[in-house]
């Protein structure tokens, strides 16, 4: 890769001569000879004069503020030298760069005026020319330095580039075939990073509406008869807002979905059983959506100063985990233009799973002796025979056993949904909650909002 460089200031500095700059600024018998000699390839002598580059930064960034540096051509001969042209060069390292997408600008030696460096057109990759009109004329240990300013549009590739500092010297006191030489700095990398683009704002988080639950009973039989309550939703954000209700278990102890069913009543009166589901952030809780599985009608849209009710009912399977647990209803918006998911739920209820009652205890019924006559009592029992085994052939003894019946369960309430809205507004969440319950993510958003 140095050898590359090398060459290519090599190249723009033939260039720069070629294009009769080294001519015009030449010393007059100089250009007078019309001789233009370049040092060829394995046969270039060192120049007396070194040139340096100072001050250059690591890092650019395109687009950013101008960064200053310094170039310094320095006489090491024991006589004066000429420098006809000096040039600066950006060489691209494979980032596309173009000589457009850089400029620069110089004050000469002796100078405090910046002034734009001519683009060398004629030159390999992005050259520019420094120093005319005035032609530095180095005396013996003598130092002219340019200070250098380079911006880097902002369109610019990001990528490394090679900037190089290369001058042409005459030598007066050599024959003209002999006078030219070359003088190059160093090849730093410079790093051009990408230019800075506008930070998007962070989305704010849409408004909520306020969920509660109302009438949650204190304790539920496991296999007993499903209980109602209410899941209120006010909207006192001073907007309309689209929320998907859903509410969510947080027991101590887990609850599976198997032994739980929760329905909720929709508009048409229709009682439809929510959607099950969890979340990573906690596996013990249990979530469930209000979904009819029509997306069209999933979302509520709750008008602003609305208050909506829904009817719901609960029960739990013969093999529910008994003990405490607790109940939150949740309201998640969904979000508009320039805003996130958020979400907002009802303070906690407690409430208990409280195990089924056993069969009535009854009294243990009377065996009278084997051969005693036994006298029929009134009973509403009937009477069922049962046999004694003994070695001769079995005699049947009656014994009366009661038999008792188990009452049916009452038929569940019905509750009708209160509240605002027109009924042909939905009642029930969505695929929607699909975010939430991923069914179960809707409580993501509150948790990393807090």
């Known amino acids: 890769m140095r050898t590359r460089h090398r060459r290519f200031l090599a190249a723009t500095a033939a260039v720069t001569l070629a294009s009769g700059l080294a001519v015009v600024e030449a010393p007059a018998g100089f250009a007078a000879s019309g001789a233009v000699a370049t040092p060829q390839a394995g046969q270039a002598r060192p120049s007396p004069v070194t040139a340096a580059l100072a001050g250059l930064p690591g890092t650019v960034k395109a687009g950013g503020a101008p960064v200053e540096f310094t170039a310094t051509l320095k006489n090491g001969a024991d006589h004066p030298m000429d420098v006809p042209a000096a040039t600066f060069v950006i060489g691209d390292t494979g980032t596309g760069s173009k000589q457009s997408q850089f400029k620069l600008e110089y004050q000469a030696p002796g100078d405090t005026q910046w002034q734009d460096a001519k683009v060398n057109a004629a030159s390999v990759g992005a050259a520019w020319e420094l120093g005319r009109p005035a032609v530095p004329h180095l005396a013996a240990g003598a130092e002219a330095v340019y200070r250098l300013r380079l911006t880097v549009a902002a369109d610019a590739p990001a990528g490394r580039v090679s900037p190089g500092f290369t001058a042409v010297v005459s030598d007066p006191t050599l024959p003209p075939d002999q006078r030219i030489s070359t003088a190059m700095s160093g090849y730093p990398d410079l790093l051009v990073t990408p230019a800075v683009t506008p930070t998007t704002p962070a989305p704010t988080p849409a408004a909520t509406a306020d969920a509660k639950l109302d009438g949650l009973p204190a304790a539920f039989t496991a296999g007993g008869e499903a209980k109602p ?9 001073g907007k309309d807002l689209r929320i998907l209700p859903a509410i969510v278990f947080q027991g101590s102890t887990e609850l599976p979905s198997e032994v739980v069913k929760f329905e909720f009543r929709t508009v048409g009166g229709d009682w439809l059983e929510g959607t099950p589901g969890g979340n990573s952030e906690h596996p013990g809780w249990l979530y469930y959506g209000l979904r009819t599985g029509d997306k069209s009608t999933d979302v509520i849209v709750l008008a602003k100063g609305e208050t909506r009710t829904i009817d719901v009912r609960l029960s739990f399977a013969k093999d529910a985990p008994v003990g405490a647990q607790s109940l939150a209803a949740l309201a998640g918006s969904l979000p508009g233009a320039g805003e996130s998911g958020s979400e907002a739920s009802s303070p906690k209820a407690d409430f208990t799973i409280e195990a089924a009652a056993g069969p009535t205890a009854t009294s243990a019924p009377t065996v009278p002796a084997i051969g005693t006559p036994t006298t029929a009592q009134p009973s ?18 009656a014994v009366g056993v009661p038999v008792v019946a188990a009452a049916a369960p009452a038929p569940g309430t019905r509750l009708a949904s209160t509240g605002g809205g027109s ?15 991923g069914v179960g993510t809707l409580v993501v958003a509150r948790r990393k909002k807090a």
Do not use: H, K, Y
């Open 423 to 437: 009924a042909s507004e939905p009642m029930a969440i969505t695929g929607a909650v699909a975010i939430a319950l």
């Open 229 to 237: 309550f209410r899941l209120a939703f006010v909207n006192n954000s």
């Open 380 to 397: 509403t029992a009937p009477v069922v025979p049962v046999t004694r085994a003994t070695s001769a052939a079995p005699s049947p003894v």
